[in-house]
């Protein structure tokens, strides 16, 4: 991309940038998300700011924010957040196949009176399996 910087406009880097590495970058996304995976997904996101810096020419040290800005890209934790959700929610409305939306507990709607959760939460015994997609996608 840094070698592309001067013989391509900005516009079709950032194409290039969408289409071409980007889906590396979301490939499996919403199962490693876990927040004691810190490490693995400070990785990714240095990956998307260097190649954000390759667009722009800009030099390191630039704010993030402002060069996703301009460029037009959001966070990939904030795409992670995203899809999580939009996948569970697929899950939870049972426009995903039967094994998957099994796993959801059943919401019984006789005795939902002044609850906040919509969902009742899953009973977890261990740390990993709290922070693993279902459980936390329905705190989410």
């Not at 402002?66 to 990939?76: F, H, P, V």
């Not at 019984?108 to 009742?120: D, F, G, H, K, V």
Request: charged residues 25%.
């Amino acid at each position: 991309m840094r070698k592309l910087f001067y013989l391509i406009p900005r516009t079709a880097l950032v194409t290039i940038y969408k289409s071409f590495i980007r889906p590396h970058l979301d490939y499996g996304d919403i199962i490693y998300d876990k927040p004691n995976n810190s490490s693995f997904i400070q990785n990714i996101e240095a990956i998307q700011y260097n190649a954000a810096l390759a667009i722009t020419g800009a030099i390191k040290r630039t704010s993030r924010h402002r060069i996703y800005e301009e460029l037009g890209l959001e966070t990939l934790s904030s795409r992670r957040w995203f899809r999580r959700l939009s996948t569970f929610y697929k899950y939870f409305t049972s426009k995903s196949p039967p094994y998957l939306y099994s796993i959801i507990p059943k919401i019984n709607l006789e005795s939902r009176t002044r609850q906040r959760e919509n969902i009742p939460l899953l009973k977890t015994r261990t740390d990993t399996f709290e922070y693993s997609y279902f459980p936390n996608s329905i705190k989410e």
